[in-house]
């Protein structure tokens, strides 16, 4: 058969045929606008997913590794204790009281850890009574002294007190709480495209407070003696009040006897001498000159040591005289004053310092005594001899006992004259055959 | 029925009816407006004839087959080529591809035979791609007037019935008619 007649045989194909393609065509373009939605769709899916289906191929699995298990528990103190007692020392009892906490976090899986509190509290110390307190060390000590109200009176109040604990410890002894808080933080970055970060916080605080509170107040008003002009005459002594009675003996105590010491110093200077309580007293006011000592009264000599300087060619500070008063501690030492034997052989806890400085027109000067006259004022006598071409400073550290009063604003310079030299030596030579040194 | 009354206004009334088509598919075959009108005459007359005692169902697609058939038959006798008009040596040549083999030139093929594997053939066609064969093949319609009437380009149009000629040529391979 040909297509000639193909086409004559077609002739017979059924009518339905013929008049269905005879009739208009028309095509729903509904039908073409959703089907291209999602091919369009299904295309740019299959693009992304071959772009990234190689890389996805490369990657390794993230693994996770298993959480450390010691990272998860709480880290345990072995002093752990909560809310019990110890007691480190016998004969003592206190509250124990430990702080410790743990807290645990981390990305992935693990949970922060609960955290404790345990408290302790070390007690640490030894009990002694109030009356038997040494310097430096705890105690519950209260130590007052008495205060004078006179006007202008130096009031001195000294209390040592350590506390501890409120009812967990005993009188006398030293609480001790220690606090120490320590962090911990660990990354571990992982290789590959995840990092991983573990956070573990670790903070264990011990509860250990030392805590020793040591009131000591003192209250002292300190008055520098006024200036002297240099055209006022060079020796002057301020004002004396003369006493006719004796003096109550609670201000006058026995203060303890010392050997004076002569600190170096540029120029010769006279022999160590001694010191001590004497027959001196006050002089009339405002004489300047060192009359016998009144009948009766006895003053309170003191314990001092001095240290002179040349001053070439100076006459600014020529009489003039400053007195500071400090507390005295091994930890500063005024400046020459070093080799001072008191350090050693007194208590200077129980001392009170006068630091005199005086400047006169000689080059060789030298005090022969303190004391503490009737009316609380602190006298130093000073000597001169040398040749009065230059200048010098003496200064002399004065000891002064916590039981002894003294009127800081009363404290003088006075020079022995050439009149009652002599009679100084032998009044001294006197004293020094009574003198009882302290070892 | 006015053909079964012998009546002649059924004539007048199939040409109102069915004459531009009729003429269309002549015109196709043919290529000329002259001979399509003759067929459409040759036609009339067949079907005043045969009504009744025929009693076609479709009357349309039974006018339109006869007046294909006298344009086929007028193609076949009046040297269509040599007129060089119509859709007719397009169409021949395209069912030549699928068609002419080599091997079945001489032999003879039972028509009805044919004509059976043919109507199978495009009942399994899809509505549209049965219509476009039908459109092009059996109405001789051009190319262009076809992408018009389907609302596809030309190029669609072509390849759509390149790839029907090539399930029919399978198809009646698998027949053993090729």
Redesign the interface.
């Known amino acids: 058969?040909?297509?000639?007649e193909?086409?004559?045989?077609?002739?017979?194909?059924?009518?339905?045929?013929?008049?269905?393609?005879?009739?208009?065509?028309?095509?729903r373009r509904i039908l073409r606008k959703l089907y291209g939605i999602p091919v369009a769709a299904a295309c740019i899916a299959a693009v992304i997913a071959a772009a990234l289906y190689p890389r996805l191929r490369t990657e390794k699995p993230e693994t996770v590794p298993k959480p450390d298990e010691s990272s998860a528990v709480a880290e345990m103190t072995d002093d752990l204790s909560i809310g019990g007692t110890t007691s480190p020392d016998s004969g003592i009892t206190v509250t124990s009281a430990a702080y410790t906490s743990m807290t645990a976090a981390a990305d992935r899986s693990t949970t922060a850890a609960g955290s404790e509190h345990t408290g302790r509290t070390t007690a640490k110390g030894g009990s002694e009574p109030a009356d038997s307190e040494r310097s430096g060390q705890n105690g519950n000590t209260t130590q007052t002294t008495a205060v004078h109200v006179n006007q202008g009176q130096t009031t001195k109040t000294t209390s040592k007190q350590t506390t501890g604990p409120t009812g967990a410890v005993t009188p006398g002894m030293t609480a001790r709480t220690t606090v120490a808080v320590t962090t911990r933080a660990t990354t571990r970055p992982q290789a590959g495209t995840t990092a991983k970060v573990t956070t573990r916080l670790t903070s264990r605080t011990t509860a250990r407070v030392t805590s020793r509170t040591t009131a000591r107040v003192t209250s002292r008003t300190t008055a520098i003696a006024p200036t002297i002009t240099t055209a006022a005459p060079m020796h002057t002594t301020m004002g004396w009040n003369e006493v006719t009675t004796p003096a109550p003996s609670m201000m006058y105590t026995t203060a303890p006897e010392a050997i004076m010491t002569e600190a170096p110093h540029t120029s010769p200077a006279p022999a160590t001498t001694t010191h001590g309580s004497g027959p001196w007293g006050p002089s009339p006011s405002g004489s300047g000159v060192n009359d016998p000592p009144p009948p009766g009264g006895d003053p309170t000599t003191l314990p001092f040591a001095q240290n002179l300087q040349i001053i070439t060619e100076d006459a600014y500070y020529s009489g003039r005289t400053s007195v500071v008063v400090f507390e005295p501690a091994v930890s500063a030492i005024p400046e020459g004053f070093d080799e001072c034997p008191f350090w050693d052989s007194l208590d200077i806890s129980d001392y009170t310092c006068l630091l005199v400085r005086y400047y006169g027109k000689t080059d060789e000067a030298c005090a022969v005594v303190a004391s503490i006259n009737s009316d609380g004022g602190i006298t130093v006598h000073i000597e001169s001899m040398g040749i009065n071409q230059n200048y010098c400073e003496l200064t002399v550290l004065i000891f002064v006992p916590h039981s002894t009063f003294f009127e800081a604003d009363a404290c003088r310079v006075e020079n022995i004259t050439e009149w009652n030299r002599e009679r100084y030596y032998q009044d001294v030579s006197l004293i020094e055959d009574s003198l009882t040194l302290e070892e | 029925m006015l053909f079964e009354n012998r009546n002649e206004q059924a004539l007048a009334e199939t040409v109102s009816q069915y004459g531009t088509r009729c003429r269309a598919v002549a015109r196709n075959i043919l290529g000329s407006e002259e001979d399509a009108e003759e067929c459409m005459n040759d036609a009339l007359l067949s079907a005043w004839n045969a009504i009744p005692p025929a009693h076609p169902k479709h009357y349309g697609a039974y006018f339109q087959t006869l007046v294909r058939n006298f344009a086929l038959k007028r193609y076949a006798a009046g040297h269509a080529e040599k007129r060089g008009g119509g859709q007719m040596p397009l169409a021949l040549a395209e069912l030549s591809e699928c068609l002419a083999s080599g091997e079945n030139v001489e032999r003879t093929i039972d028509r009805r035979i044919m004509l059976e594997s043919v109507k199978r053939f495009l009942a399994d066609l899809p509505e549209r791609q049965r219509n476009l064969f039908v459109r092009r093949y059996w109405h001789a319609a051009p190319i262009s007037e076809i992408a018009v009437d389907f609302e596809m380009s030309e190029i669609n149009v072509k390849v759509t019935l390149s790839r029907i000629r090539g399930r029919l040529q399978k198809h009646l391979r698998k027949e053993g008619l090729l």
Do not use: W
């Open positions: 058969m040909n297509e000639l193909f086409m004559e045989l077609l002739s017979e194909i059924p009518a339905e045929y013929v008049e269905a393609a005879a009739a208009p065509q028309k095509r």
